[in-house]
């Protein structure tokens, strides 16, 4: 059984900065596809960042040059650092995994991914 553990948000100020992580067990993320996702509320869940396998990444615009998304193989993490937070950035943060192996396509949209976090909370305060 594949489960994502989301940790790592919390309340900052503007301009401020959080690290989220995504553990996963029964899944390796090295041979995977890993997203990270955010939904606000009354909001559809966007994406925000995803790295393949080959470590390609890529972000909304919105977070570009401004949020990196990481992984580290040993502890089958990986991570989103969030810098220069706006409160436009409040929102709950999913991370994702697909069951693919090996695939180099940076997958964008919530219905291709195959594995869920519960969620971990982001909020910006102005």
């Known amino acids: 059984q594949v489960q994502l553990v989301e940790s790592g948000g919390g309340l900052v100020q503007a301009g401020g900065s959080l690290r989220l992580s995504c553990a996963a067990s029964g899944r390796t993320f090295r041979t995977a596809t890993v997203g990270w996702f955010r939904q606000a509320p009354g909001k559809e869940r966007e994406f925000v960042a995803v790295m393949t396998w080959t470590g390609s990444t890529y972000y909304v615009e919105s977070v570009n040059r401004r949020f990196t998304i990481s992984r580290d193989n040993a502890k089958n993490t990986v991570y989103l650092q969030m810098n220069s937070l706006k409160p436009e950035d409040t929102a709950v943060y999913y991370c994702?995994?697909?069951?693919?192996?090996?695939?180099?396509?940076?997958?964008?949209?919530?219905?291709?991914?195959?594995?869920w976090g519960q969620g971990t909370q982001v909020t910006v305060s102005s």
């Open positions: 994702a995994a697909d069951k693919a192996l090996y695939s180099d396509y940076a997958k964008v949209e919530p219905p291709e991914y195959d594995y």
